[in-house]
């Protein structure tokens, strides 16, 4: 078994986690411009952190393994770090400029990036793959919301 590169796991759990942390705390003051348009599908405001959360540290958990199991594999990882910063401009896009049919494409855009990383991941170590698994759930979940939005207003 592979020792345990904790500097390494730290630095790709920290990567995406802060960088959300970041990008919702520009967009705090404007949370409430969900609650303002219409939809059918309503969450409570506090299921997402909690989950953008998990999932943060799951794709940083996803990088890590990645990066020590290929690390000769840029084109993958450069394409992990296209997604995450896809997935980062959807909150000001949405949030503080309303754009919300730009919105959507970004989220049609991330879908098809993970489902690429999905596909790589997978092709190399099952296990890979499947740690994406929730993140593309929640995405798909992100697209049926956006779309619901987007008819709606």
Known sequence: MKKINWKSLLINLLIPLLLGSIVGLISSDNSEYLNTLNRHIIIPNIVFPIVWTFLY?????WAYLYEETYCFDNNTIGLYYL?????LSFIPVLFL???KIFALVIVIFLLLLVLVLFYKSYKRKK?????LIPYLLWIIFALILMIDIVVSN
């Open 57 to 61: 540290l799951l794709v940083g958990f």
């Open 83 to 87: 997604s995450l910063g896809v997935n």
């Open 97 to 99: 400029l309303h754009l």
């Open 127 to 131: 296990v890979l793959g499947y740690i």
